[in-house]
């Protein structure tokens, strides 16, 4: 989910005279730090996160910089181009621009490009390109004409296409738009003409680029307020040839058609946008990020001072000119995780129960939708903005709530959270409800008498958060041994951190059972089979004969002799679960079901004590005689633990604790059947491989009747 | 349509070898497969996955390695310790060098394709430079202590990984100097293995170097620190794929995938996906995956696993669209990318490739005696006979079974590339790539006597096709450089070896013939060229049949007509007059209408076509999964009727039944078929391979545990 962070604006003193703004903002060799030139003389370099300039270097009284410094990421050396002509190459160190490295050249330069991994670019205003390196070793050099008479460069863009430098520009002659597409591997040149798809002539106001596996994805933001996508091949087909582009109707009316500056266009991802510009004819200029695949403005940004129409974007930052001061607007997108690729997925729950958080707005993507009549949309769309402004004042209501977890009472915040909840959801509903429990957690802290625990409850239950969202719920949640609150997390977090798993199954174990008593959990998963009835019990005898598990058998074991002599007792303790209601519940629901992966959860199972890991081995023992009571090999009730996930975890607490457990007396009996069931196993798989071996010589014999000879005269009739 | 009597024959024991190697072409899109006996197959993906040319293998010339370089020259090194390179027009071996480093397991062209390094026995790995009509040896990287098994070029051609035994060298490319040296743990599972053989690395540009193993590990390095990024174990036998970053040399994810070795890895173009094999037959298909939706962090994450080997995957390959495959098994197997292919076309499917798109079968009609070709011999057969008759799906009673006339063994290490029995059976005639041999057959009533056609002329060294006219007196030899000669043979020998005037600046070669029966035309074609028609008497070309897209895949002249029946690669069959120079009304009829799409969908080539002696009308032709006879006299087939009817119509009214009626023929009971041919007007043979009996002939494969032990 995009989401526009407070901007601030970069410099405290006006930008220099320019009245267009800054010429260029670009990145620096190192993380964080920009370069920024003025319209008139001067270039500062700053750092963005600390919002101060680390240098500043000016051409001469009567010079101009005509072309915004680059960074040549080689070499970590700046490069500007004033009065057209001349170039300037200089570092850190360097104080006087006049002093720098100094090369005049032949012919105007429109642009310098410069970007990571590979050596800049010169563009002439004349369409030509030179690589840096090239050029200086003879500056003078001829420059040859690329574009015709007036034509005129009006954007460019240099990147990277599969490691391959590739660099793109658009040129205008008398209302018409050209494509230039210059790739450096190949040396070739194509030219595409730009067909617009409007009726009305337009002028395309802003462009943008992006590259995808076959395309780049040329965007462009008209006079009208559409915005229009053009795909280019990078491969194209005839390459010589003068190619048309024709441009498709991406998004309509982002910005007002009547708008004549101010207005430009960026692309954030594959799905998102920014437009800077005014909405509708009268209102402010706003910063907007629209998402393109459904059609849906997902934030803006009033900006009450005017801006002049430029926007860079990069890394999570966009820049922009606001009033006289360059502001600087980080720009996030919602993380979510992949815990489901690495390790054990977590069982997937009813999707009927789960409510998915909204990503996609519909009732704002209907006012874009692919419709037909022109006049129609757009009043939909001046209405739904209308609705937006109204809304706006609205936005406070997650900050007032958190204003309100930092002072009022625990019930108070009951109340004020219950009315939030109650309210629509909006798209970053599930932020806003992780910063809500990261204010109650921060206050719980503070306070140490303090603890909001309905609320808390309330907001896990909302089913949108997940572990990152809130990290620090669980670990709260265990130093209060607040069984209730875990279970909870644990059913609901999909990306639970193996450690915390395991904190959480140290606590079910060691908590007391009086102190269970007392809790409120979540008990309907269990309640189906806790009671086992004495046919239940018969049902098992005969299901472990089936499973290949027969207390009864006897294999000249002397341990086995000793189970046997109290065959009864084996099976009264198999059947009946070892521990109560409420702790099963806590472990079946809840930590069973986690995600984890193996490697990371090995370690921290060997922290449990032994008497703890015999109680829950005893559990899963007991657990997987039910589960081979019956023949599909599952247990009742709603989300049963899978026999897999069983016995998953019965291997990895043997695999972590065995040299302990083997140790207690009490565990004995508990292995001695697991050792026995394992050994019956084994003798079962035997069995089946044997049977699989002579079920293949039959296959094969059958198959030697089918093709015994080698040669055969048949009938064949076609018909 | 009539019933015949059907030689059913399976006593044809051919064992396709093993695949050894595979190279993808990403320009022509071109697949080179080597195989254990040293055979290069080439296949053209785009044109149906049609093997398109072939290498005949060689005894001492076991292929190690196979890559493209650039202007698509294909190299091959093997354990004789020489580089091969190959002549792609002329189908022969253009040269082979001996890099003097021992035997060669591992070779890769740079990126540019303007370099070729291979890694020896004795751990030197050396740099030779193409050029234009050889290669040349420039340098000798760092001598390593043991042999290199793999190597990758850094895309950028700055570096080079190689792997050895239980350590990865980085090398510098343009020094030669060993950079880094990342060390593979030996243990498994906490069972020290004795070695760790790293069968395969890949470079990536970002200085990722991922490693595949022996001790089942996919390990993903960073090599700038030498560091292990990641590690996948694969497979149960034998193969870890290991990432490492180059640049530090640190391994960075290790995915244990596997206990068996994992044999090979081939990383996609865009480097955001690989693929590894393992000894267990189980191809994994690794993809560069966001760690989270909207971060930019990328993670190699183990997506799909895909089992359609019953052996070792000894070579994988990645093409843009589709992962291959191919091992011990002899099949060669293309699994497209669903989410790659744009089109879900029957392109879209699975493929596996287990027999050669061309005819190891030929057959003396009138002596009902079948000839079989294998690598190093020839075995000739007589067809038994029955005087029984039955209905439908009967088995007759055989009065005579079978006979195995002669083993012919050639002499020397090269493999056979062509065969031929004339009409008559009185002659055999095979080449190899060096020695041309032709065989007088007396028979005298059970007893056969052979004897060697001594003194054969210069030119016939070798041939590439063999063919003999239908009443065996003269023989037509295809061979390198596109020449073309006619023999005519006599009792005890031959005279007047001639040539057909060439087509002037033609250096491709044919590969496939067909005489008319009158003995007047020849029809000639390549590997993409159109097909010729030659007139016999004239020694002259007489016409050109129009090029098609497709590579031909079978060709045959009808009696009488003289129509030319040709089949492409695309599964279009054409019909052309050769006195009318001109496509007949028939085909035009075709054409128009368009196959049936069932028929487009098949996906083996026609390999070959017959004719039936007494009814004109009818073209026999045959691919590995069914055969045909096409009846032209009936309507052809549109894509509402059904096309494979095995059903006899029973009680169908005769109106139905002649509704239903359609030109093609089908059956599709005897299969995998390498040959199908009309003996006489009843009797068909078909000579039969069932897998089976291919699976029988190869080693076991590693036996997998089951039922959860």
Redesign the interface.
């Given at each position: 989910m995009a989401d526009l962070e407070e901007g601030f604006a970069l410099t405290a003193v006006p930008l220099g005279s320019g009245p267009d703004g800054p010429l260029g903002v670009e990145q620096s060799d190192k993380t964080d730090q920009f370069l920024v030139t003025d319209s008139g003389r001067t270039v500062i370099l700053y750092k963005v996160s600390d919002q101060k300039p680390l240098g500043s270097w000016s051409v001469k009284q009567g010079q101009i910089i005509t072309c915004p410094a680059v960074c040549n990421f080689q070499t970590g050396e700046y490069i500007i181009v004033h009065d057209n002509k001349v170039l300037r190459i200089w570092n850190n160190e360097d104080v006087n621009l006049d002093k720098v490295f100094k090369a005049t050249l032949s012919a105007e330069v429109y642009r310098i490009h410069s970007i990571q991994g590979t050596e800049p670019l010169v563009l002439f205003k004349e369409g030509a390109v030179r690589g840096l390196e090239a050029l200086l070793a003879e500056p003078q050099q001829k420059i040859e004409t690329v574009i015709s008479d007036e034509e005129v460069i009006k954007w460019t863009k240099f990147f990277m296409v599969?490691?391959h430098p590739v660099l793109i520009f658009i040129t205008e002659k008398h209302g018409n738009y050209f494509v230039y597409v210059q790739k450096f591997n190949s040396r070739i040149l194509s030219k595409y003409t730009l067909l617009l798809g409007q009726e009305e002539k337009c002028v395309i106001q802003s462009f943008s680029t992006s590259v995808g596996?076959k395309f780049i994805s040329l965007m462009s933001l008209s006079s009208d307020g559409c915005v229009y996508e053009t795909l280019i091949p990078i491969h194209p087909s005839e390459p010589e040839k003068n190619q048309r582009l024709v441009q498709s109707q991406l998004l309509k009316s982002v910005v007002s058609g009547s708008a004549r500056n101010g207005v430009a266009l960026a692309i954030l991802?594959q799905d998102h946008i920014a437009v800077l510009g005014a909405p509708l004819p009268a209102s402010k200029e706003c910063l907007s990020v629209w998402n393109t695949k459904f059609q849906t403005l997902q934030t803006s940004k009033e900006l009450p001072q005017g801006t002049s129409g430029q926007l860079w974007y990069y890394g999570e930052n966009l820049f922009m000119l606001h009033g006289k001061f360059l502001t600087v607007v980080p720009f996030k997108?919602?993380?979510?995780?992949?815990a489901g690729?690495?390790g054990k997925l977590k069982h997937s729950q009813d999707p009927g129960i789960h409510a998915t958080p909204h990503f996609v707005n519909w009732e704002t993507s209907q006012g874009c939708g692919l419709g037909s009549q022109n006049s129609e949309q757009s009043k939909r769309i001046l209405r739904r903005r209308k609705v937006e402004v109204s809304v706006q004042p609205e936005v406070p209501a997650s900050t007032q709530l958190l204003a309100t977890i930092q002072k009022d009472s625990e019930k108070h915040i009951e109340v004020e959270l219950r009315k939030f909840l109650a309210t629509k959801r909006t798209p970053d509903f599930h932020t806003i409800i992780g910063d809500v429990i990261i204010g109650l957690l921060g206050r719980c802290k503070a306070e140490p008498s303090f603890y909001p625990r309905n609320c808390l409850m309330q907001l896990v239950q909302t089913h949108v958060l997940s572990y990152s969202l809130c990290p620090g719920l669980m670990e709260f949640a265990l130093e209060k041994t607040d069984v209730q609150i875990l279970q909870l997390c644990l059913q609901q977090f999909p990306d639970i951190p193996e450690s915390v798993t395991c904190a959480c199954l140290k606590v079910f174990l060691s908590i007391g059972d009086d102190t269970l008593q007392d809790t409120d959990i979540n008990m309907e998963s269990v309640s189906d089979y806790m009671d086992p009835v004495q046919d239940g019990e018969m049902e098992g005898q005969t299901a472990f004969l089936q499973n290949g598990f027969s207390p009864e058998e006897d294999n000249c074991d002397s341990c086995a002799q000793k189970l046997k002599e109290k065959p009864q007792a084996t099976a009264d303790e198999s059947t009946s679960c070892p521990v109560t209601t409420k702790r099963a519940a806590l472990f079946r629901n809840a930590v069973l079901h986690s995600a984890y992966s193996e490697t990371f959860l090995l370690p921290h199972l060997k922290d449990i004590p032994a008497q703890h890991s015999t109680l829950f081995l005893q559990y899963l023992y007991f657990l997987y005689l039910k589960c081979s009571e019956n023949a599909t090999m599952t247990l009742p009730g709603t989300h049963p633990p899978t026999l897999s996930q069983i016995m998953d975890w019965i291997c990895l607490l043997l695999d972590a604790n065995f040299t302990v457990v083997v140790m207690i007396p009490e565990a004995k009996r508990l292995l001695l059947s697991l050792y026995k069931f394992v050994k019956s196993?084994?003798s079962?798989?035997s069995e089946?491989?044997k049977i699989?071996v002579s079920f293949r010589e039959l296959q094969k014999l059958n198959?030697e009747k089918n093709?015994r000879?080698?040669?055969?005269?048949?009938?064949?009739?076609?018909? | 349509?009539?019933?015949?009597?059907?030689?059913?024959?399976?006593?044809f024991n051919y064992v396709p070898s093993g695949i050894r190697c595979v190279a993808y072409n990403n320009q022509s899109n071109r697949l080179a497969v080597s195989r254990t006996d040293g055979t290069v197959e080439i296949y053209n993906l785009s044109a149906n996955y049609f093997q398109e040319k072939f290498f005949p293998g060689h005894e001492s010339r076991a292929t190690e390695a196979l890559c493209w370089a650039k202007g698509q020259r294909l190299f091959s090194a093997g354990l004789n310790g020489e580089i091969i390179e190959y002549d792609l027009q002329a189908l022969t071996i253009k040269y082979a060098v001996d890099a003097f480093g021992g035997p060669i397991w591992s070779m890769a062209a740079s990126p540019s394709g303007s370099q070729l390094l291979v890694g020896c026995e004795d751990g030197s790995v050396k740099l030779f430079q193409i050029t234009p009509d050889k290669i040349q040896f420039e340098r000798n990287f760092d001598r390593q202590k043991s042999r290199i098994l793999s190597l990758s070029w850094h895309?950028?051609g700055t570096h080079v990984a190689a792997g050895s035994i239980d350590y990865i060298s980085v090398f510098d490319s343009k020094s030669g100097s060993a950079i880094g040296k990342m060390l593979v743990d030996r243990q498994y599972m906490g069972v020290s293995k004795r070695k760790c053989i790293i069968w395969g690395v890949a470079f990536l540009?970002d200085g990722t170097v991922i490693s595949v193993d022996s001790a089942g590990k996919v390990q993903i390095w960073d090599s700038a620190t030498g560091t292990l990024m990641k590690n996948h174990l694969v497979s149960n036998a034998d193969v870890k794929v290991q990432i490492w970053d180059s640049a530090t040399g640190t391994l960075m994810k290790n995915h244990l995938v596997s206990n068996a070795d994992v044999q090979s890895i081939a990383v996609s173009?865009?480097e955001d996906s690989f693929v590894v094999g393992t000894a267990e037959g189980t191809v994994f298909h690794f993809q560069l995956?966001?760690?989270?939706?909207?971060?930019s962090e990328k993670?190699w994450?183990r997506t799909k696993p895909f089992q359609h080997h019953t052996h070792g995957v000894r070579a994988v390959a990645h093409s843009p669209t589709a992962l291959i495959s191919g091992g011990t098994d002899t099949h060669l197997v293309i699994r497209p990318l669903m989410e790659k292919v744009e089109v879900k076309n029957y392109d879209a499917a699975l493929r596996k490739i287990t027999f050669p798109h061309r005819r190891l079968v030929s057959c003396a009609k009138k002596k009902q005696l079948l000839l079989f070709q294998f690598a190093h011999h020839l075995e000739l057969w007589r067809?038994?006979?029955?005087v029984a008759?039955?209905?439908?799906?009967?088995?007759?009673p055989?009065s005579k079974?079978?006979d195995h006339l002669l083993h012919l063994k050639t002499k020397g290490p090269e493999n056979i590339i062509c065969s031929c029995i004339s009409p008559c059976g009185g002659w055999i005639a095979c080449s190899t790539a060096s020695r041309f041999f032709l065989y007088r057959l007396n028979y005298e009533h059970d007893n056969i006597s052979l004897q060697r056609v001594s003194k054969m002329p210069v030119f016939l060294r070798s041939a590439l096709q063999i063919l003999f006219s239908e009443d065996s007196t003269k023989l037509f030899v295809a061979s390198n450089q596109g020449s073309l000669r006619v023999i005519r043979l006599q009792e005890g020998g031959f005279t007047h070896p001639r040539a057909f005037q060439p087509q002037s600046g033609t250096v491709q070669s044919m590969c496939l013939l067909a005489v008319s029966p009158d003995g007047n035309w020849l029809a000639a074609s390549g590997s993409s060229a159109g097909v010729h028609v030659y007139n016999v008497k004239q020694l002259k070309l007489h016409c050109t049949v129009p090029a098609y897209n497709f590579p031909v895949t079978a060709l045959a002249i009808a009696p009488n007509t003289n129509n030319l029946v040709i089949a492409h690669s695309d599964q279009q069959v054409f019909e052309y007059s050769i006195p009318d120079k001109q496509y007949t009304e028939w085909s035009r009829t075709v054409q128009k209408q368009g196959f049936h799409h069932l028929w487009l969908q098949r996906d083996t080539p026609i390999t070959h076509i017959s004719f039936h002696p007494k009814r004109p009308m009818h073209i026999l032709l045959h691919d590995t999964y069914m055969f045909c006879?096409i009846d032209k006299s009936l309507p052809l087939p549109n894509d509402k009727t059904l096309l494979y009817?095995p059903l006899?119509?029973t009680n169908e009214s005769d109106v139905i039944r002649r509704r239903t009626?359609h030109a093609f023929?089908i059956?599709k009971?005897y299969k995998p078929l390498l040959f199908v041919d009309l003996l006489d007007e009843k009797t068909?043979v078909a000579v039969e391979r069932?897998l089976?009996?291919i699976v029988a002939q190869l080693p076991p494969p590693i036996k997998k545990k089951?039922?959860?032990?």
């Open positions: 599969f490691r596996r991802d997108c919602e993380v979510s995780s992949l690729a690495l196993q084994i079962i798989c089946l491989n699989e198959q093709n000879e080698l040669y055969s005269i048949e009938v064949l009739e076609l018909f | 349509m009539g019933e015949f009597n059907v030689h059913r024959v399976r006593f895309p950028a540009s173009p865009q995956v966001s760690v989270t939706s909207s971060s993670q994450v067809l038994g006979s029955t008759t039955g209905k439908n799906g009967d088995t007759l055989l079974n079978a006879l009817n006899p119509p009626a023929k059956s009971k068909l069932p089976d009996d089951k039922f959860g032990t």
